[in-house]
């Protein structure tokens, strides 16, 4: 095993930090988010910092990135309160990665990239259509993060669109049924497997399987 300290992680270069950092932390959940502005432009962007902060509420929070990179998202849903969040399968992983490209603001990385723009009733930010698994929030909070000039933006799930026969009778979904994928770092993404679900853990009581 090697040991790395913190003054070996200054020397490091740029892009080979930014690897090793963003790798650390393991496989994280990745979606599109998918908002509009007040004129109606659509825009379209991968993401994996979404965080579940709370059930009741329903309350989902992600990371922004300081605004000289990462800027339309966060613009669209400051203005207009609203926003997707919607799950990336294999299938079209390689036009959710090319979202992350700086197009742009007039231009729709749903046209650019080759995905649909789908709507519901009373919702204005756009749904990816080809995803299985899809969300829209509404803005509760930014909260800045001055160390870094990042922003924790949270918002509350007002609309849930799924696939009725992933979802198990406790509620809980088989995400690896529709194949929804993962990521590692800034530019992996892989597929998923069940390994099990197990009971809730007591001390001294032994653990169950639910199948
Ligand atoms: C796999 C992957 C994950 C990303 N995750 C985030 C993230 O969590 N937060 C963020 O601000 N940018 C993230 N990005 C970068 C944005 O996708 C990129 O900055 C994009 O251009 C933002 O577009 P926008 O300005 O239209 O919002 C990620 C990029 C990739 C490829």
Not at 37 to 61: C, D, E, R, Y
Request: glycine share 6%; with cysteine; proline share 4%.
């Amino acid at each position: 095993m090697t040991i790395y300290n913190t003054a070996d992680i200054n020397t490091w270069e740029r892009f080979y930090r930014a690897n090793f950092i963003n790798s650390l932390t393991g496989f994280k959940s990745v979606s599109l988010i998918g908002t509009a502005n007040n004129k109606g432009q659509n825009n379209l962007s991968v993401f994996s910092s979404m965080v579940h902060l709370g059930s009741n509420p329903p309350l989902i929070g992600y990371i922004n990135r300081p605004l000289e990179s990462s800027a339309h998202t966060f613009s669209n849903i400051e203005a207009t309160g609203e926003y997707t969040i919607n799950h990336i399968h294999s299938p079209f992983v390689h036009k959710a990665h090319q979202t992350s490209a700086k197009y742009s603001e007039s231009i729709s990385e749903f046209a650019e990239v080759g995905l649909t723009p789908e709507f519901l009733d009373g919702i204005n930010a756009p749904f990816v259509k080809e995803s299985k698994i899809k969300y829209a929030l509404s803005l509760q909070e930014i909260i800045p993060i001055r160390l870094n000039n990042t922003f924790l933006v949270i918002g509350k799930v007002s609309r849930i669109i799924v696939e009725e026969d992933i979802v198990s009778d406790d509620g809980f979904i088989h995400l690896e049924k529709i194949n929804s994928i993962c990521s590692n770092g800034i530019d992996a993404y892989y597929n998923t497997d069940l390994i099990n679900r197990f009971s809730y853990a007591k001390p001294g009581k032994p653990l169950q399987i639910i199948e």
